[in-house]
């Protein structure tokens, strides 16, 4: 049996990390396509949407790169490129959201589109506007 | 210290200063009467999945890989699941909501 809080490198802690790529991987997949869903239903490049999609996608290029060493076309890039990938990823996420939230205070709307918040809200500040 | 490491490190900086925003808004809605419970529960999960890649890369960055890769990432993935099926649900349920309003409105404009 495997014990996670080990660091060793037999045979079968390879296998179960690999499978466990896998699994990380196939659950970094879903919630991609279903933001991309919505980016594309929302038709903008400014929406949260589409940020987080391109968040995800690139810490998935990351974790493919990073666990590269079965794919031949990725074991001739430069070793640590998945984890440079991943702070890049990183820190794409933390910028869009310190931004989202500037512009949000400044201009006084809600961070995440109105797709999610009560109509009621909506209709409110419509009125105060007019 | 390895390069890896390195990275694991910087990760966990970055995304714990990325935590505080999600962290604040909690801290905010708690306060205000007028909660949206949709939008304080997609909060929560993403400061879930935030606070979980903190974690990933300091138990990383300690050297325990196997616990980090093996355990760690694909919950914090999980957690980013969650969070992209909650979002498309509540999604779905607004614009529900917004096409009976707009055919309700039709239907007393007509009487």
């Given at each position: ?38 980016a594309v239903r929302s038709k903008s490049i400014k929406s ?83 | ?45 993403l400061i879930g999945f935030i606070l979980l890649q903190v ?15 093996g355990f760690l990432e694909p919950l914090s993935m999980a ?33």
């Amino acid at each position: 049996m495997i014990n996670i809080f080990e660091n060793n490198n037999t045979v079968s802690s390879y296998y179960f990390l690999h499978s466990m790529n896998d699994l990380t991987l196939i659950l970094s997949l879903i919630p991609l396509i279903i933001f991309i869903w919505l980016a594309v239903r929302s038709k903008s490049i400014k929406s949260f949407q589409f940020q987080i999609s391109i968040f995800i996608a690139v810490y998935i290029l990351g974790t493919i790169i990073e666990n590269s060493n079965r794919i031949a076309i990725f074991s001739t890039l430069p070793p640590n490129i998945g984890s440079q990938i991943h702070v890049g990823s990183a820190i794409f996420f933390t910028i869009m959201m310190w931004f989202r939230f500037y512009y949000a205070e400044k201009r006084g709307k809600k961070m995440i589109e109105s797709d999610i918040d009560d109509n009621d809200d909506k209709s409110t500040k419509r009125s105060n506007n007019n | 210290m390895l390069p890896f490491q390195y990275y694991n490190i910087i990760d966990a900086i970055v995304y714990l200063v990325a935590a505080i925003i999600p962290a604040y808004f909690i801290l905010k809605s708690r306060n205000s009467i007028n909660n949206n419970n949709n939008l304080r529960k997609l909060t929560i999960i993403l400061i879930g999945f935030i606070l979980l890649q903190v974690i990933y890369h300091i138990v990383g960055a300690l050297g325990f890989r196997l616990l980090a890769k093996g355990f760690l990432e694909p919950l914090s993935m999980a957690a980013l699941l969650l969070f992209g099926v909650m979002y498309l649900i509540s999604t779905l349920k607004t614009k529900n909501n917004n096409n009976n309003r707009r055919r309700n409105l039709r239907h007393d404009k007509y009487i």
